[in-house]
């Protein structure tokens, strides 16, 4: 199984250090999702014109792959010139997704707004996403949308991509969002999703007062074995990747720790173990 990890873990790396543990660590991939400090990675001189084809030969050099390229597009504005503005954004990052040869990009559903319900937000979420792909589809480039906030649990994603109805989208699993937010088990959340899983996110946590901690791989209660077993039955062939939250949690270790530590524990504990 190949193994990729977010740039949410080191945010403000440039991405020739990017490249560098991740080839050191002896990682498949990357998924990208904030580089330099910025989530506007079109943006990025990395990204563009000679930048960009030596970013290119580079991972190709490595033999790096880019397994996601992760948007912060979020479909539940009830008005739809936000909804628009998503799309817009979400076909920015497509198009770099297609330049770096990226299978998919992330998009959030994400929040019932305020004055609104659970249904008409369905909608606008399945009808945004199915916009967004049929302008994707043509550069080889699916819509995941992520299980996350109202619509974390796998019944909820299933009815968006189900009311969505395009085959250019699919799931980027997150079970630790619905296993910490729900209780859903990694089984239920298999047996719903299924062939829709095209990308997983795993890290480890332990619980607090508080909700919940991240923790290095191995050493919190999530059940690694349980995935094992799900990913198995389901004959999964895509990236397990490393979602290890220093972004929003600055008081976790250094992605020079914790990204090696992730790839040497996969080999030994989640592969053999």
């Known amino acids: 199984m190949k193994i990729s990890f977010s740039t949410l873990a080191c945010p403000d790396w440039t ?3 990017i490249i560098q543990i991740a080839a050191a660590a002896g990682y498949d991939g990357i998924e990208l999702r904030f580089v330099e400090g910025t989530d506007s990675l079109w943006k990025l001189a990395a990204f563009r ?3 960009l084809k030596e970013t290119r030969k580079t991972l190709s050099d490595r033999e790096l792959l880019v397994s996601c390229v992760d948007t912060s597009c979020r479909f539940h504005f009830p008005q739809a010139t936000q909804r628009e503005a998503a799309i ?3 076909k920015r990052m497509s198009d770099l997704a297609a330049e770096l040869g990226a299978p998919g990009i992330r998009v959030f559903g994400d929040t019932i707004q305020t004055g609104a319900d659970r249904e008409s ?6 009808e945004s996403m199915r916009t967004l792909a049929e302008r994707t589809s043509q550069k080889g480039v699916q819509v995941w949308i992520e299980t996350h906030g109202d619509f974390v649990q796998a019944s909820e994603t299933a009815l968006i991509l189900k009311e969505c109805g395009s085959p250019c989208t699919g799931v980027v699993w997150d079970p630790v969002n619905s296993l910490a937010s729900t209780g859903e088990s990694l089984a239920q959340g298999a047996a719903l999703l299924r062939s ?16 919940i901690a991240y923790v290095r791989s ?4 999530f059940p690694w074995h349980e995935l094992r077993h799900a990913l198995k039955q389901l004959q999964y062939e895509g990236f397990l ?10 008081e976790l270790d ?3 720790i914790a990204v090696p530590h992730f790839a040497k524990w996969f080999r030994q504990e989640f592969v053999y173990g």
């Open 49 to 51: 014109g000679t930048q």
């Open 241 to 250: 990747s490393f979602e290890w939250e220093k972004k929003w949690h600055p």
């Open 88 to 90: 817009e954004e979400g």
């Open 254 to 256: 250094d992605a020079s």
């Open 196 to 211: 829709a899983i095209r990308h997983v996110h795993v890290k480890d946590f332990k619980k607090t007062t508080q909700g």
């Open 15 to 17: 991405m020739p250090k």
């Open 121 to 126: 937000t369905r909608n606008w979420i399945a």
């Open 218 to 221: 191995g050493e919190g209660i």
